[in-house]
T-cell receptor, first 113, second 116 residues
Framework: AQSVTQPDIHITVSEGASLELRCNYSYGATPYLFWYVQSPGQGLQLLLK??????LVQGIKGFEAEFKRSQSSFNLRKPSVHWSDAAEYFC???????????FGAGTTVTVRA | DTGVSQDPRHKITKRGQNVTFRCDPISEHNRLYWYRQTLGQGPEFLTY????????KSRLLSDRFSAERPKGSFSTLEIQRTEQGDSAMYLC??????????????FGEGSRLTVL
């Protein structure tokens, strides 16, 4: 069975500081991994995805994530956060490049001035 | 290019009533998905259509739930005899099937159901 754990329910970060959100997954084969962001009143938006190849993937809005198979992790990072990055972030894993994704419970990011 | 559209955005109903949600996917997308998101949780897969065919249903989808996509375009999700435990955000997403599919699901803003 596939599953995702996001250990941090809530993170508060200062504007301009770096951000790292943790994601651990459980999946029997090579996973397809995703990070989505959900801003208040908005639909989920894809930030980035990993299927194969380079384990460091770049996404939109200055985000990047690193796939570490040995640690079953896919952590999301941003070097310098902006107030507009305040949102809820979801890590997801799936058996193929779409459908039936398993999402983590999400991490809420608060940005303080 | 319009995104995924869901209606209504918020529905308040009394326990035991039936409710129906509609989803209009992005026009060129032939795959359509329903997910449910409860407070403090991530989205959970409910069901999936390719064109008009419903290809998979989650065990979360009890016999009170039914989804249709009659002409392979819009979809409806009906919940009969609603229970308080059905209170959640119901999310619709779509994606293309062809080689342009990069694995991204395009989500609507959701339909929030409150059962009193």
């Amino acid at each position: 069975a596939q599953s995702v754990t996001q250990p941090d329910i809530h993170i508060t970060v200062s504007e301009g500081a770096s951000l790292e959100l943790r994601c651990n997954y459980s999946y029997g084969a090579t996973p397809y991994l995703f990070w989505y962001v959900q801003s208040p009143g908005q639909g989920l938006q894809l930030l980035l995805k990993y299927f194969s190849g380079d384990t460091l993937v770049q996404g939109i809005k200055g985000f990047e994530a690193e796939f570490k198979r040995s640690q079953s992790s896919f952590n999301l990072r941003k070097p310098s956060v902006h107030w507009s990055d305040a949102a809820e972030y979801f890590c997801a894993v799936g058996p193929s490049n779409d459908y039936k994704l398993s999402f983590g419970a999400g991490t809420t990011v608060t940005v303080r001035a | 290019d319009t995104g995924v559209s869901q209606d209504p955005r918020h529905k308040i109903t009394k326990r035991g009533q039936n409710v129906t949600f509609r989803c209009d996917p992005i026009s060129e997308h032939n795959r359509l998905y329903w997910y449910r998101q409860t407070l403090g949780q991530g989205p959970e897969f409910l069901t999936y259509f390719q064109n008009e065919a419903q290809l998979e249903k989650s065990r979360l989808l009890s016999d009170r739930f039914s989804a249709e996509r009659p002409k392979g375009s819009f979809s409806t999700l009906e919940i009969q005899r609603t229970e308080q435990g059905d209170s959640a955000m119901y999310l619709c997403a779509s994606s293309p099937r062809d080689s342009s599919n990069t694995g991204e699901l395009f989500f609507g803003e959701g339909s929030r159901l409150t059962v009193l």
